[in-house]
């Protein structure tokens, strides 16, 4: 493993005496184990949410750099030893990688705040989470069994996983550094070399985990990394006939044209796609618990997150008491550099991101929707942060199940409150979306929350809790919010092929055709 890392440059954090973070001036390519530019040159520039300035350049992905990197994951499957190791020797190299993430969380959070605009508090949680994906799944590969079925004394069944080989993980710009660990651990775990396209307005953190994947001592090949846009970079990895499995986190639309694109090359789907999850919040819940969990839920990750609780379903006595009650404290949200740890509310990724969540904003009010707070780009920031994508904590209230606002992804800080009246009610909202990734529900009648639960059509339910993740189990959505599930063993459903050998123990019948 070698070649030139990048050179490092020193940034401030936007306010005065926040640490510095180290910024690769060029994120490269790595391919094959080296870090290289495209073959075409090009370089696009990733800004600072919070200031939109520029921020570093990135190579510019193009078909023929696409290619080589299949190719070098294609030999490194084909040829190499990583499909061949014991799963206990795979794992070395993941927990390597664990101890290499952790040993860097800071630099690595810090950049991933000057990359995206998530605040610095939450940043490290997701560094955190990255390094746990690789530990998790460098233990679950070791305990992945098959079944076995006996017949009798004549035969014995048994399955075995292998990896599938070549895959392409395609992932966006919201939490871009867990998000690919979540894929790239359990896919090298099982086996298999990979292609990571990471999304273009959030790239530097990958960069990261090809210099954390280098320093580990990966056999060449094993993990690339090309950068570049969804078209030409991310559309000619799908169509590639050498790449054997996609998995896709992003818009729905996106996924559809993947599905589109890929269908000539038969491959296999995982997709994560959009979400538009209701909290469903009775009047005999924890109201205070409730709405700490309403408010988190749809303003963390500045409200940039595909798990949002971003349809707030409250029953009629109480609706007015806990959408005011979630109005107030979204207008104290703390909106500011998120370098600074006491920020609770970023800039949202891109301009042009910015101006599409406002325009849901204007969407709510021309549709009726009542502006309880928020919908405007914060007054009084700070000279140096007058250029980033601020908006603040926005809160309809009365929104109705026909308007944009309530049926569309946002992926902003911006909620939408609907009273129910009676159970039914509250569960034919919670469905009336296109969407079912999550959904989040508070009572306290414990018959009452597990029928709610399992009568949404949503991936994931969260009963009196807010989205905490247990790693072993399926993550993914219903409907339009995805196909398949990830986590736990639930990946290598995906990431592994399932084998059965068919064991005869002894003599048993065979038609004799053709013996007269
Ligand atoms: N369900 C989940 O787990 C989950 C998690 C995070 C984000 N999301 C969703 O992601 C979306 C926001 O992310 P985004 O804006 O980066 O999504 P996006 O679909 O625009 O882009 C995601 C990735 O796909 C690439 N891409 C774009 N067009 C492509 C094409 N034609 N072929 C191949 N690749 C292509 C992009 O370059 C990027 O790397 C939201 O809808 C959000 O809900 C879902
Ligand atoms: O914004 C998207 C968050 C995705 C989270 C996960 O994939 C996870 O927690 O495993």
Redesign the pocket.
Not at 304 to 307: D, L, N, P, V, Y
């Given at each position: 493993m070698g070649g030139a890392m990048g050179e490092a440059v020193h940034q401030q954090g936007q306010g005065a005496g926040r640490p510095a973070a180290t910024v690769p001036r060029q994120a490269l390519h790595f391919i094959g184990g080296r870090f290289v530019p495209g073959k075409e040159g090009r370089f696009f520039t990733t800004l600072n949410p919070a200031t939109n300035r520029p921020l570093a350049e990135v190579a510019e992905g193009s078909p023929d750099d696409v290619d080589a990197a299949v190719q070098a994951a294609r030999r490194a499957f084909d040829e190499g030893p990583w499909p061949r190791m014991l799963p206990a020797e795979r794992a070395r190299y993941l927990e390597r990688i664990a101890d290499r993430i952790e040993a860097r969380s800071e630099a690595i959070a810090r950049v991933e705040v000057l990359d995206t605009g998530m605040p610095v508090s939450q940043a490290r949680g997701q560094a955190a989470?990255a390094a746990e994906n690789f530990r998790f799944f460098a233990r679950r590969i070791q305990d992945l069994g098959g079944h076995v079925w006996q017949v009798g004394d004549r035969f014995v069944n048994y399955v075995v996983h292998k990896p599938v080989g070549v895959a392409g993980l395609i992932t966006p710009w919201?939490?871009p550094f867990?998000?690919a660990t979540?894929k790239v651990a359990p896919c090298l775990a099982a086996g298999n070399t990979c292609v990571l396209k990471p999304a273009e307005w959030a790239p530097l953190s990958a960069h990261m985990l090809a210099e954390i994947v280098a320093e580990a001592g990966l056999p060449e090949g094993v993990f690339n990394v090309v950068h570049g846009f969804g078209e030409p970079a991310g559309a000619s990895l799908v169509a590639h006939p050498a790449v054997n499995l996609i998995s896709f986190?992003g818009e729905t639309t996106t996924g559809k044209a993947i599905m589109a694109n890929g269908a000539a090359t038969l491959k296999r789907y995982s997709f994560?796609l959009g979400g538009k999850s209701p909290v469903v919040i009775f009047a005999d819940a924890d109201l205070e618990r409730a709405v700490d969990a309403a408010v988190f839920g749809v303003f963390s990750?500045n409200g940039?997150?595909?798990?949002a609780g971003s349809r707030l379903l409250v029953e009629e006595p109480v609706y007015r008491d806990v959408v005011e009650a979630v109005a107030r404290r979204a207008a104290r949200i703390r909106i500011g550099d998120p370098a600074d740890p006491r920020t609770e509310l970023g800039p949202l990724i891109h301009p042009e991101h910015w101006r599409r969540v406002m325009g849901y904003v204007e969407a709510g009010r021309a549709e009726g929707a009542e502006l309880l707070t928020g919908g405007r780009r914060p007054p009084g920031l700070p000279p140096e942060l007058a250029g980033g994508n601020y908006l603040e904590a926005t809160v309809f209230a009365g929104a109705r199940p026909g308007t944009r606002v309530f049926q569309e992804e946002i992926f902003g800080p911006v909620v939408v409150a609907t009273p129910f009246r009676t159970e039914d009610e509250a569960v034919r909202l919670a469905n009336a979306v296109r969407y079912g990734l999550a959904a989040y529900v508070w009572t306290r009648d414990v018959g009452r929350a597990h029928r709610v639960g399992q009568a949404i059509d949503a991936g994931m339910v969260w009963l009196n809790s807010q989205n905490v993740?247990d790693?072993r189990t399926p993550?993914g959505g219903m409907k339009d919010s995805g196909i398949g599930r990830e986590?736990g063993d639930y990946s290598f459903e995906f990431y592994c092929e399932r084998q059965v050998i068919h064991v005869a123990l002894g003599e048993h019948p065979i038609p004799r055709f053709g013996a007269g």
């Open positions: 989470r919201n939490t867990m998000l979540w986190t994560e990750l940039e997150r595909c798990t993740r790693l993550f986590g």
